[in-house]
């Protein structure tokens, strides 16, 4: 078995100013850095090893305070943990992005591959390939890992919040949305069988607050929207920096190719 702790990046400029920051990125404000350094302490004591991160700026930064307490943790890059492109709306109001994008339409049309995007911004189909090559690639490696060292391991993983909750809602259940909102610095812990075809996920706690640091977006039940909506299911044979085929679960050892 495997845990993968999922970590939502700390409070940003752009946070506080609710302005759309999906490509558009900003730093972490002083409340950020502190919600990131209490992300670390409560989870100090957790084995990590392995790291993966968003190459945006503010995961960098939350993902290198959080891995103070892991030093000897190299975490890994991957382009598909990047947040969502809204496009001409990035930077903006969020109230504009909202206006033009309303999330009873937009997620919907997220979740089952099928919305164009906003003008400039990036295809849901495009999206969805590249979020799955993240999480299959963190599979395929925990495949990897369990393998060759038969032992348990405990993986960090550094992202956005729409990015998270496309992942968390394709793998564990679109129930997640009807759950506490995610804030900055939440933890997520979901245990994970590698060897089973999809992982097996099972959802341990979700969107833990350590650093109290809430949400800075309107909540809303929009559970109502996702009535009969079948997400995409997650594509697991193209893991990002690894060959096709890489995440697909392991042969017994004592098993032989025939011809």
């Not at 903006?92 to 999330?103: F, H, I, S």
């Not at 099928?114 to 090559?133: C, E, F, K």
């Not at 405990?154 to 968390?168: A, C, D, N, Y």
């Not at 299911?233 to 085929?245: R, V």
Request: aromatic fraction near 6%.
């Amino acid at each position: 078995m495997a845990r993968i702790y999922f970590v939502r990046h700390g409070r940003t400029v752009l946070n506080e100013q609710r302005r759309t920051q999906g490509a558009a990125d900003s730093p972490l404000t002083p409340e950020g850095r502190r919600g990131a350094e209490i992300c670390r302490d409560y989870l100090a004591d957790v084995p990590f090893t392995r790291a993966y991160f968003s190459p945006q700026g503010r995961v960098q930064e939350t993902g290198g305070i959080l891995l103070q307490a892991h030093p000897g943790v190299v975490p890994v890059n991957l382009t598909g943990l990047r947040e969502y492109n809204y496009g001409v709306y990035d930077g903006g109001p969020d109230p504009v992005m909202q206006a033009a994008l309303p999330v009873e339409q937009h997620l919907p049309g997220v979740l089952t591959g099928v919305h164009p995007g906003a003008p400039g911004g990036i295809s849901a189909r495009d999206y969805l390939a590249d979020v799955d090559g993240a999480i299959a690639r963190v599979l395929a490696d925990l495949r990897a890992g369990t393998a060759d060292a038969g032992g348990e391991e405990s993986v960090l993983v550094v992202s956005h919040g729409m990015t998270l909750m496309t992942i968390l809602a394709r793998w564990v259940g679109p129930r997640i949305y009807g759950m506490a909102p995610m804030a900055n610095c939440a933890v997520t812990t979901v245990e994970v069988a590698p060897a089973a075809p999809d992982g097996a996920p099972q959802l341990l706690a979700w969107a833990e607050d350590p650093g109290n640091q809430g949400v800075t977006y309107t909540v809303k039940d929009f559970s109502d929207a996702l009535t009969g909506v079948v997400p995409v299911p997650i594509d697991w044979e193209h893991p990002e920096g690894l060959p096709a085929g890489a995440a697909s679960p392991r042969r017994p050892r004592h098993e032989t190719l025939a011809g």
